[in-house]
């Protein structure tokens, strides 16, 4: 059963502490993408990896890293640097990279900070 | 930076009304994905969209897009319940990302 899974579901944090995102798929994508979504705004980009050891800066990176280690998986770190880190966060991949493919989501991880 | 603008931001319908969502962007796009969210859900592509003028059906779903290649729209015919959720178009240039709007929130009242 191929798809992209996120873990956890539900996070909670401290405000100053570092978490990670766990991103993993198994479609046999190139591509891997990591979305923020705030209540009623669209879904912004915070990194993308078009192959595995290469990233690029999406347009909210700052407070944000990512590593591309494997194809399959893509984790994001939300440092302490990030001032308002509380949000529903998005990984998605696509076949090969570019914005004429299809995205598939992940179930996606919603972050509180307290 | 570039934008794409989708109107409107809630709509409320009857069930077995019309529904239609709009999308604009200031520069040409490439192309322009749809996206549906369910309530709790993540988003899950409907269509592309890439040639000036195109328009594509999907049971009672009418996607567009415009003869400038800067706006597109989503119309569904006779709403259900199911058609619950957020609408969100996303354009790209060419090489570039994808863009999304803010999306549609539609509400159907049985």
């Known amino acids: 059963d191929g798809g992209i899974t996120q873990s956890p579901k539900y996070l909670f944090r401290k405000e100053g502490q570092n978490v990670t995102l766990s991103c993993e798929q198994n479609?046999?994508?190139?591509?891997m993408y990591w979305y923020r979504q705030d209540p009623g705004q669209g879904l912004r980009l915070i990194y993308y990896?078009?192959?595995?050891?290469?990233?690029q800066k999406g347009d909210i990176a700052e407070g944000y890293s990512v590593s591309r280690e494997k194809k399959e998986s893509f984790p994001l770190t939300v440092t302490s640097a990030q001032k308002n880190p509380t949000a529903f966060y998005l990984c998605?991949?696509?076949?090969?990279?570019?914005?004429?493919?299809?995205?598939?989501f992940g179930p996606g991880t919603r972050l509180t900070v307290l | 930076g570039q934008q794409v603008m989708q109107i409107p931001q809630y709509q409320h319908v009857q069930e077995g009304e019309d529904f239609t969502t709009y999308c604009n962007s200031s520069?040409?796009?490439?192309?322009i994905q749809w996206y549906k969210q369910r309530p709790g859900g993540h988003p899950v592509f409907l269509i592309q969209?890439?040639?000036?003028?195109e328009v594509k059906k999907q049971k009672r779903l009418t996607f567009q897009f415009g003869e400038a290649k800067k706006n597109s729209s989503l119309h569904i015919t006779a709403t259900q319940t199911t058609d619950v959720g957020t609408y969100f178009c996303?354009?790209?240039?060419?090489?570039?990302?994808?863009?999304f709007g803010k999306g549609t929130k539609l509400s159907v009242k049985p």
């Open positions: 996303a354009g790209s240039r060419s090489q570039g990302n994808l863009i």
């Open positions: 990896s078009q192959i595995v050891n290469d990233f």
């Open positions: 969209l890439v040639k000036s003028g």
């Open positions: 998605a991949s696509s076949n090969i990279p570019g914005s004429y493919n299809e995205q598939f």
């Open positions: 479609l046999n994508h190139d591509a």
């Open positions: 520069t040409t796009l490439s192309n």
